[in-house]
């Protein structure tokens, strides 16, 4: 069966400090995507990345980056020099082929920054 | 570039009426799909379509049902509305075909239902 952990529930951090949220997944699917996306309190989802399961090479965006490690079946995303901005929810999720491609999402992290 | 769209954004609605929540897939998605996420939860899929057949069923009321017209927008009708129903419900769409450069998986920014 799919499952995607987010550990963390909530996260504290201030300005400018290096944050790195966590996210385990289990699947037996060999073609699955992975993704983060922020929802911020307005209440959209946010697209932040799509990851697909052939894929391993850790990607940076900005101040994104993610980590992407099949061995250890975790998609961690660390967000660099936070902002205040970054506040939100960020939801880890997976979408495999025999789920016919619905996404099952984590319990999200709430990341809070203080100025 | 078009996106999903979802009608209406906010709704308001009271206990024990009925609701319908419309979504407008992004052209040539033919697959539909829609969350529930409650106050602090995290959305969880009810069902999906393709090709106007249900192609998929989560944790859905029986209170609930939706289907997909010949266009491929969707709507999701709720009866005998209660107030534990009050969430926000995201729809997304898809192509069929979801190639490792054309994933195309794309939500609408959802309806907020309010049931008082």
């Known amino acids: 069966a799919q499952k995607v952990t987010q550990a963390q529930t909530e996260i504290s951090v201030v300005e400018k400090e290096d944050v790195t949220l966590d996210c385990v997944y289990e699947?037996?699917?060999?073609?699955?995507?992975l993704f983060w996306y922020k929802q911020p309190p307005s209440g959209e989802l946010v697209f932040l990345i799509r990851?697909?399961?052939?894929?391993?090479q850790n990607e940076i965006s900005g101040r994104y980056s993610w980590n992407f490690q099949k061995s250890t079946s975790s998609f961690n995303f660390t967000i660099t020099a936070s902002q205040v901005v970054d506040s939100a929810v960020y939801f880890c999720a997976l979408s495999e082929n025999t789920g016919g491609f619905k996404t099952i999402f984590g319990a999200g992290t709430r990341l809070f920054v203080k100025a | 570039a078009a996106g999903v769209i979802q009608s209406p954004r906010h709704l308001i609605k009271e206990k024990r009426e009925t609701a319908t929540l419309k979504c407008y897939p992004i052209p040539r998605h033919d697959t539909v799909y829609w969350y529930q996420q409650g106050p602090g939860q995290d959305p969880q899929f009810l069902i999906s379509f393709y090709e106007k057949m249900q192609s998929d069923k989560g944790s859905i009321p029986d209170r609930f049902s939706a289907q997909q017209f010949s266009d491929y927008h969707s709507e999701l009708n709720m009866s005998s509305l209660e107030l534990g129903d009050s969430a926000l419900y995201f729809c997304a769409s898809s192509p069929t075909y979801r190639g490792q450069d054309n994933y195309g998986y794309t939500f609408g920014s959802g309806t907020r239902l309010t049931v008082v």
């Open positions: 699947t037996r699917d060999t073609t699955y995507y």
């Open positions: 990851r697909n399961s052939f894929d391993e």
